[in-house]
């Protein structure tokens, strides 16, 4: 069984559904797996698209210790170019759901002490080596909220 050591948090980057995020993912990346394990649309509906055991393509060189969530949105509706935190209070739950999920599973493995809850941009190579990601390191702004301080009441 792999080791655990980051669930992530991913959004869209825009307002498509399932079925046009697996095609952008098989015919434009030419990936053969999912970028993630959970989808979760604007009403909440959490749509599991890989086996926790399995590994996913979220963030290049993590993929075999993560897990990865993505929440559909996450830019301006009117500027898709503009990150902007668009989740919905279902949204939210099904995160929160959707990260406990996660860490039961895991605790059937391992110990979870030492497992964190990161965003996307959290993987930003850390330029000024002053041990915080800060805004203008960030490669992106994937979920577009920090997910380390939303999250980290759930690590206690």
């Given at each position: 069984?792999?080791?655990?050591?980051?669930?992530?948090?991913?959004?869209?980057?825009?307002?498509?559904?399932?079925?046009?995020?697996?095609?952008?993912?098989k015919?434009?990346?030419?990936?053969?797996?999912?970028?993630?394990?959970?989808?979760?649309?604007?009403?909440g509906?959490?749509?599991?698209?890989?086996?926790?055991?399995?590994?996913?393509?979220?963030?290049?060189?993590?993929?075999?210790?993560?897990?990865?969530?993505?929440?559909?949105?996450g830019?301006d509706?009117?500027?898709?170019?503009?990150?902007m935190?668009?989740?919905?209070?279902?949204?939210?739950?099904?995160?929160?759901?959707?990260?406990?999920?996660?860490?039961?599973?895991?605790?059937?493995?391992?110990?979870?002490?030492?497992?964190?809850?990161?965003?996307?941009?959290?993987?930003?190579?850390?330029?000024?080596?002053?041990g915080?990601?800060?805004?203008?390191?960030?490669i992106?702004?994937?979920?577009?909220?920090?997910?380390?301080?939303?999250?980290?009441?759930?690590?206690?």
């Open positions: 069984m792999r080791e655990i050591k980051h669930i992530v948090i991913h959004c869209s980057a825009g307002y498509g559904d399932r079925k046009s995020i697996e095609k952008f993912w015919e434009t990346l030419g990936w053969k797996v999912p970028g993630y394990h959970f989808l979760i649309e604007q009403d509906t959490v749509h599991k698209l890989a086996a926790l055991e399995s590994v996913t393509n979220g963030v290049k060189g993590f993929n075999t210790s993560s897990i990865h969530i993505c929440y559909i949105g830019v509706p009117k500027n898709v170019k503009r990150a935190d668009s989740r919905t209070d279902a949204q939210k739950a099904g995160l929160i759901n959707c990260i406990r999920e996660s860490l039961e599973w895991a605790k059937q493995h391992q110990g979870v002490r030492n497992v964190k809850i990161l965003g996307h941009r959290d993987f930003s190579p850390d330029k000024n080596g002053n915080v990601i800060e805004p203008w390191e960030r992106k702004e994937c979920p577009s909220f920090d997910a380390i301080l939303e999250y980290q009441w759930m690590m206690i």
